[in-house]
């Protein structure tokens, strides 16, 4: 399995004037979750130049002490030098683009993709913390992936969740550590400064959401990235996999 650095991951197409993408998939899954996007997006754009990673401890990458996104950001920033690519537009879906968006902070990036994830504290994930830190942390966890709506896709997308997921109880902590041992204001002072950064490099920042955003979660963003582009599309934390030509659209879209 090729490394890039540390990470596992496949590179296809070639080279050229568009910028290289960079796909960081969801929590327990692996970079087959972005196989359907791939598919659409060669009929799209024909040989574009992709990078998708297996993030640490999931796939064929090794676990690694620290899991927390900015840790992670450069572990991925490792991967795309070893690669040898010029700054990407950055795609991730769930936790991979809490990394995305920690990573274009810190890293020269094109744009960023950020497949439904909202970058403050979940109340659902901290309201499972017990759950996830006891014995029985894989029912919490799949009491956290029903919520998600993964049950409602397409049986060949139900399929991929499935045979590209493996859940681990140190993995699901470890991605967590953020959200379930540190405050409000703490998170909420970090990503403000992530967002602050990103908006004066001027990256171009889309935001795909299964749902309306609360006014005050997006009066937050907004007050740190002024032109955020934010789209609903209804009933799937997993619009990659339900409705991948859209998806395809937006990534092609630059």
Known sequence: MPLFDALSGTLTGLPDDRPPLVLLHGLTFDRRHWGPLLRELQVL????????????????????????????ATQVHCAVTAAGLPAPAIVGHGVGAAVATAYAARYPVHSVLNIDQALLPDNAIRDAGPGLRGGHWRDAWDGILAGLGAQRLPAPARSLVSRAGRPRKELLLGYYDEALTEDDDAIRGERGRDLHAIAGNGVGYRWVTASEPPVAYRKWMTSHLPRVDVMVLPDSHFPHLARPADIARLVAAR
Request: glycine share 8%.
């Open 45 to 72: 754009e024909p040989a574009r130049l992709a990078l998708a990673l297996d993030l640490p401890g999931h796939g064929a990458s090794p676990v690694q002490d620290s899991y927390r996104a900015a840790d992670v």
